[in-house]
T-cell receptor
Framework: DSGVTQTPKHLITATGQRVTLRCSPR?????VYWYQQSLDQGLQFLIQ???????AKGNILERFSAQQFPDLHSELNLSSLELGDSALYFC????????????FGQGTRLTVV | AQTVTQSQPEMSVQEAETVTLSCTYD???????LFWYKQPPSRQMILVIR??????QNATENRFSVNFQKAAKSFSLKISDSQLGDAAMYFC?????????????FGTGTRLQVFP
């Protein structure tokens, strides 16, 4: 158990809909990272939050947004969903930006039909 | 920008044998961290081993070891005495310690099959 919790584990929704993925980092970890893994692909970095503030942005679509709350949990919001958004979405956390290790949650499998 | 390349989409090995997975990366930084992650069918990302660039000694974790060649920007993973449970996707990853750029950058992965 990595200590990073993601909910839900699975999500099936229709095109055009909006969903929210939730991540609770390890206790004490200030950084949260979101990654997208499409079928049999590598992990693509979406966005990073550090202690409530956006720290870095990757190839995140404008339809996607995220935030980190005062209790350090994070949410990834995906809107106007398309079939191509079907993927495994991972959250990872680390203690502070200089830390060498990031711990991953078990991922949320999103299926858009 | 940093990039990570894994040129072997698939590899196979027989149980108890040794296999080496390749990874190269591109960076202009002198200080950084390298990782190998394992992703079994459960899809969980599991850290296998890590290497700090300032350390000359290659990291080792039980049956897993790396060959870190900083000048060549190469970071291969050797799995000794392969077991059926080693079958998984393996991802090489790079991480900069610099502010605003400390995200993990992943390669495309190598699928490892282990045959009995």
């Amino acid at each position: 158990d990595s200590g990073v919790t993601q909910t839900p584990k699975h999500l099936i929704t229709a095109t055009g809909q909006r969903v929210t993925l939730r991540c609770s980092p390890r206790s004490g970890d200030l950084s949260v990272y979101w990654y997208q893994q499409s079928l049999d692909q590598g992990l693509q970095f979406l966005i990073q939050y550090y202690n409530g503030e956006e720290r870095a942005k990757g190839n995140i679509l404008e339809r996607f947004s995220a935030q980190q709350f005062p209790d350090l949990h994070s949410e990834l919001n995906l809107s106007s969903l398309e079939l191509g958004d079907s993927a495994l979405y991972f959250c990872a956390s680390s203690a502070y930006t200089a830390d060498t290790e990031a711990f991953f949650g078990q991922g949320t499998r999103l299926t858009v039909v | 920008a940093q990039t990570v390349t894994q040129s072997q989409p698939e590899m196979s090995v027989q149980e108890a044998e040794t296999v080496t997975l390749s990874c190269t990366y591109d960076t202009s930084e002198s200080d950084y961290y390298l990782f190998w992650y394992k992703q079994p069918p459960s899809r969980q990302m599991i850290l296998v081993i890590r290497q700090e660039a300032y350390k000359q000694q290659n990291a080792t974790e039980n049956r897993f070891s790396v060959n870190f060649q900083k000048a060549a920007k190469s970071f291969s993973l050797k799995i000794s005495d392969s077991q059926l449970g080693d079958a998984a996707m393996y991802f090489c990853a790079y991480r900069s310690p610099a502010y605003n750029t400390d995200k993990l950058i992943f390669g495309t992965g190598t699928r490892l099959q282990v045959f009995p």
